[in-house]
T-cell receptor, first 115, second 115 residues
Framework: AQSVAQPEDQVNVAEGNPLTVKCTYS??????LFWYVQYPNRGLQFLLK??????LVKGSYGFEAEFNKSQTSFHLKKPSALVSDSALYFC?????????????FGQGTTLQVKP | NAGVMQNPRHLVRRRGQEARLRCSPM?????VYWYRQLPEEGLKFMVY????????ESGMPKERFSAEFPKEGPSILRIQQVVRGDSAAYFC?????????????FGPGTRLTVT
């Protein structure tokens, strides 16, 4: 079965420190991987995606993610966290089976950045 | 270019009533996806539609739930005879035509409360 796991419910970092939000996946075939961010009572905003090419993908708001095929991981990173980065982060994989292109999401990780 | 629009943003229904949730995709997007987010959980895929066609409804509950995306007008997610367990945030997402590597763009969601 195809799945996404975010092993940490919450990540706490101090402002200015680097942050990592972990994601591992299990898919058949080549993965299409995405990161989204959700602020309270809002929809999901797209941050970045990996389809093919360089393993390090750069996205919005200074975020980047590293695709690691051997470890089946796609961790989200940022060199210097901001308080405004505090939000709920979702990793997702796009499933192509038949005609569908649905996203399968991880459970989400709450990022708390303290001043 | 307006984003994905959903209405209403908040909907309160008594048990046994019907709920209708609307989604207008981004301009030029012909693919619509519905996801449900239960409290403290990630998003779960419900249904994938193209104009006048249901492509994948593997995530839809077998009873009381239906979806449509008519030739004209918004996509509608309909829940008949709502129960307390239907209380959740329902998100619509859209993407351009084709099955490529496109990210899905999410609306702000409709928060359904069943009393």
């Amino acid at each position: 079965a195809q799945s996404v796991a975010q092993p940490e419910d919450q990540v706490n970092v101090a402002e200015g420190n680097p942050l990592t939000v972990k994601c591992t996946y299990s898919v058949s075939g080549n993965p299409y991987l995405f990161w989204y961010v959700q602020y309270p009572n809002r929809g999901l905003q797209f941050l970045l995606k990996y389809i093919t090419g360089d393993n390090l993908v750069k996205g919005s708001y200074g975020f980047e993610a590293e695709f690691n095929k051997s470890q089946t991981s796609f961790h989200l990173k940022k060199p210097s966290a901001l308080v405004s980065d505090s939000a709920l982060y979702f990793c997702a994989v796009r499933v192509f089976s038949g005609n569908t292109g649905k996203l399968i999401f991880g459970q989400g990780t709450t990022l708390q950045v303290k001043p | 270019n307006a984003g994905v629009m959903q209405n209403p943003r908040h909907l309160v229904r008594r048990r046994g009533q019907e709920a209708r949730l609307r989604c207008s995709p981004m301009k030029g997007h012909s693919h619509v996806y519905w996801y449900r987010q239960l409290p403290e959980e990630g998003l779960k895929f419900m249904v994938y539609l193209q104009k006048e066609n249901i492509i994948d409804e593997s995530g839809m509950p077998k009873e009381r739930f239906s979806a449509e995306f008519p030739k004209e007008g918004p996509s509608i997610l309909r829940i008949q005879q709502v129960v307390r367990g239907d209380s959740a945030a329902y998100f619509c997402a859209s993407s351009p035509p084709g099955t490529g590597s496109y990210e899905q763009y999410f609306g702000p969601g409709t928060r359904l409360t069943v009393t």
